[in-house]
């Protein structure tokens, strides 16, 4: 197992603002009255040649080097993590999941599943069970966090 890593990926979650701290390709996604979007950016090798213009995000896809990463949990003595602070509301929604997830279900499929107005369990077992579906070859992990506007100051989310 030398060499092996992980990624990981937090948020942590106040009244009006979410901190998220990651390392490697798992991924954390918003839905908000702005649409739904991913807001971090994976540390791979595919993900950069695509940010220099390399290749397309088409190509990044089917790229035979997907799996290769820049920045893993456990590889090095320090990684240095990125984190960023994004404001959010009552009723937004948060998606924190492996590449298990986000490599078998494309941005139209999380976007389609977290807009469901349904509990957010179920939703995460349906995304899930169509991950696994469609091949499911690695670990899938996901939360599903979303703001309650009856928190007070004090409380936790």
Known sequence: CEGMGTTIVIAICLEEFVTIAHVGDS????LNENGFKQITNDHSLVNELVRSGQISEDDAEQHPRKNVLLKAM??????????????????????LCSDGLSNKLNDEDLAAFIREAKDLGDIGSEMIELANERGGEDNISLILVQHDSSLKAGENE
Do not use: F, K, M, P
């Open 27 to 30: 991924r954390c996604y918003i």
């Open 74 to 95: 456990g590889t090095e003595t320090n990684v240095s993590e990125d984190i960023l602070t994004v404001e959010w509301e009552a009723g937004d929604r948060l998606l």
